[in-house]
């Protein structure tokens, strides 16, 4: 078509091929890795002109972790089905390369188990080379039947607590757009009581994997959970200077704190 486009820089031969042949009345939108559902809603109700936050979340509450991070190019009328249908559809497309019955076989995980881990490396690894040893650790706390201990799975918690009162633990809680606006969807000024909750998504606070996803996550972050590298380690930390540090025991693990977050 006719028109003038905007190409991100690193858009795929794909996405081009799709953006160039729907029309100059298409947008780029680019949603990110490791974000949550309502950061999706925001941020698609603010450059399409017919979508609808609300009816969005009414749709995709029950796919958090399921909707794919991706640059897309929709026409600026597209409402929430469009978006929301898009989003899935490419997730499918996109993961079934890497969940292969081999490769869940091979890790010992159920898809539905790679998903919710893969989202929670997402979330507290930075660096790929530190992926598949946090995949690693993560995966063996929760065999040998520990605490994971993932703090993004706490923030994730939080988020519903403050946004819709009571106890925290109403997962289909869904905010109202004025409400989230100026949210810290993954907020680190966490008080004791909120770190303690025993809610299902606290795993800091109770055994087992979240009932799902905590965010949306890349390729890199699942083919890390299918293919995690197994250690000695239990624990891990990133520290002030962005760097992770791994401890075999609780001992070095204390270590680790007061040497690298401690002020």
Known sequence: QAGTYKIPAGTSLVNLVDGLKNGRNDI?????EGWRLEQFAIFASQKLK?????????IAKSYEGYLFPDTYFFNLDADEEEVFNKLRETFDKKTSIILTGDNLDKSGLTKEEAIIFASMVEREVSKPEDAPIVAGILIKRWKDGM?????ATTQYSVVYKRLCGGDGNDILCIPTLEDVYDVDWWPHNLTRAELDTEHPYNTRAVVGLPPTPISSFSLSSLSAVLNYEESPYYFYLTGKDGIMRYGVDIKEHEQNISQYLSN
């Open 50 to 58: 017919n979508f609808n936050y609300q009816e969005f979340m009414d």
């Open 28 to 32: 780029s939108l680019t949603f990110l």
């Open 147 to 151: 605490k994971l201990d993932v703090d």
